[in-house]
């Protein structure tokens, strides 16, 4: 049985009204219940192949269930996803060469010149808040709506924002030129970790609006 195009928007509005709130987790629920609705070659109706393909998927019950399980799914692999990035920056040559030059070079300048600290503490962390909100803007301008993979996607590329901050606030001001440029390093392999984490979501979610 093909389906037309108004039946499939309206397996993807059943499962809106139903709790799937991430437009990108019902395109991967609506095509799966296309695929198993069309391989059937049965004679019977849509709507009683709609209600056979949610049973056979296991998705006859509370929707808001499997919309919990689908984001928390896709936290596991970005979660996963940020800490091989981290991994990845520690462990390639490439990436822990500019990383530790770029320490170098704070702790120089804060050693030789201390007034010039909390400047440059303040410029290496807004840069990447600077680049974090350049994207914010551009995914509001390109319409991605509420993509789960998008939430995620800025979750880990802020996560070295929030996991940063607590640390600076505790520092002890006698030994901020030899701890800040440490804590400082830590957060731009954490913030590129994440904004490389961050890249690949949009390119997944802009493929999936090319297909749709």
């Not at 799937?20 to 709507?47: A, C, P, T």
């Not at 509001?140 to 590329?157: A, M």
Request: net charge positive.
């Amino acid at each position: 049985m093909e389906l037309t195009k108004e039946q499939i928007q309206y397996i993807d509005n059943y499962l809106k009204d139903k709790g799937i709130k991430y437009w990108d987790v019902r395109i991967e629920m609506v095509d799966h219940l296309v695929s198993d609705m069309e391989n059937y070659s049965g004679l019977v109706d849509f709507e009683t192949l709609f209600k056979r393909s949610l049973k056979n998927a296991n998705w006859d019950s509370n929707l808001e269930f499997i919309h919990i399980q689908s984001w928390k799914h896709t936290n596991k692999i970005y979660r996963k996803m940020h800490f091989q990035e981290i991994w990845n920056c520690i462990k390639q040559p490439k990436y822990l060469i500019g990383f530790i030059m770029l320490y170098l070079v704070f702790y120089w300048i804060t050693t030789r010149f201390p007034e010039a600290l909390k400047l440059l503490s303040f410029l290496v962390l807004g840069f990447p808040m600077l680049i974090m909100l350049i994207e914010i803007v551009r995914s509001l301008v390109k319409k991605l709506g509420k993509s789960v993979n998008i939430q995620y996607g800025f979750f880990y590329f802020s996560f070295g924002i929030i996991m940063m901050n607590l640390p600076i606030q505790f520092l002890p001001k006698a030994y901020l030129h030899i701890w800040m440029p440490i804590v400082m390093t830590i957060y731009l392999i954490m913030m590129f970790a994440g904004y490389k984490v961050y890249r690949f979501a949009l390119k997944k979610v802009l493929k999936m609006k090319v297909l749709m």
